[in-house]
């Protein structure tokens, strides 16, 4: 890290410092969470250190819940957030590995999602996080995604979901104009907005089992705030937890 860099995090490491709440991920114990979002911004949502948002700060419970690093087992995690990598790339026996679309950012891979260059049944875990919104052919990606697990392998799936149980996922591949994306899907660079019934999308995929983990629902009160978990934006986050 460049010493400016290092310093500026020592800055808001004394601004932020308090008891209020702790990120899973960098352990930073924070006086308080910070706005977050690329629009409409969410309360509660980001970690001041090293900006993980609700959804990640999940997402790494559920991975310490369900994923066995204790072996040497191998992960392969899309479009990689940084504040998961930096603990995932921690883990002291996982075979990590991170795949970029982007060819200009430095990655393992830089893997097309509908046509992956990995042979059959070649990582144990797959961390795949609110990328498939952006994929047009999204039951594809999710049929490699089986296809280059093992056997008994888990692919962890996180996509923007409608609040409503009545929302459907909504995609219409003739809008291609960005600001006509946010105004349909929420984003410039999305193709859909999903609605619950993604789970069926998984299970067409060929996935033995898919559990629908929305983990507020399994912790209590004083755990979501401690840790930051409840989204409070007008989407879900829910994990889709896929064994092959
Ligand atoms: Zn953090």
Redesign the pocket.
């Known amino acids: 890290m460049k010493p400016l860099n290092k310093l500026k995090k020592i800055v808001k490491k004394i601004k932020f410092y308090g008891s209020a709440y702790e990120?899973s991920?960098?352990l930073?114990k924070a006086n308080q969470f910070l706005d977050g979002g690329l629009y409409k911004k969410r309360k509660h949502a980001k970690?001041p250190?090293?900006n993980?948002l609700e959804r990640h700060r999940q997402l790494f419970f559920i991975l310490k819940d369900k994923a066995d690093f204790s072996g040497s087992k191998s992960l392969l995690h899309f479009a990689p957030e940084r504040?998961l990598m930096n603990v995932l790339q921690k883990e002291p026996l996982l075979i990590y590995k991170t795949s970029h679309y982007d060819k200009n950012v430095e990655s393992d891979y830089h893997y097309d999602i509908r046509a992956i260059d990995a042979n059959d049944k070649t990582f144990d875990y797959i961390v795949c996080s609110h990328v498939l919104e952006h994929i047009d052919d999204d039951r594809l990606a999710m049929k490699e995604m089986r296809r280059i697990l093992k056997e008994g392998g888990i692919a962890f799936i996180q996509v923007p979901i409608w609040p409503s149980e009545k929302h459907a996922t909504y995609e219409n591949f003739d809008i291609t104009d960005e600001g006509d994306r946010i105004i349909h899907f929420g984003q410039f660079d999305h193709v859909r907005i999903y609605g619950l019934d993604v789970l069926q999308r998984l299970q067409q995929a060929g996935f033995s089992k898919v559990e629908v983990i929305d983990l507020c629902e399994t912790l209590d009160e004083k755990a979501i705030q401690k840790y930051g978990l409840r989204n409070f934006g007008d989407s879900r986050d829910i994990t889709y937890v896929c064994y092959k």
Do not use: N, P, V
Request: charged share 0%.
């Open positions: 990120c991920l960098c930073f970690c250190i090293c993980s504040c």
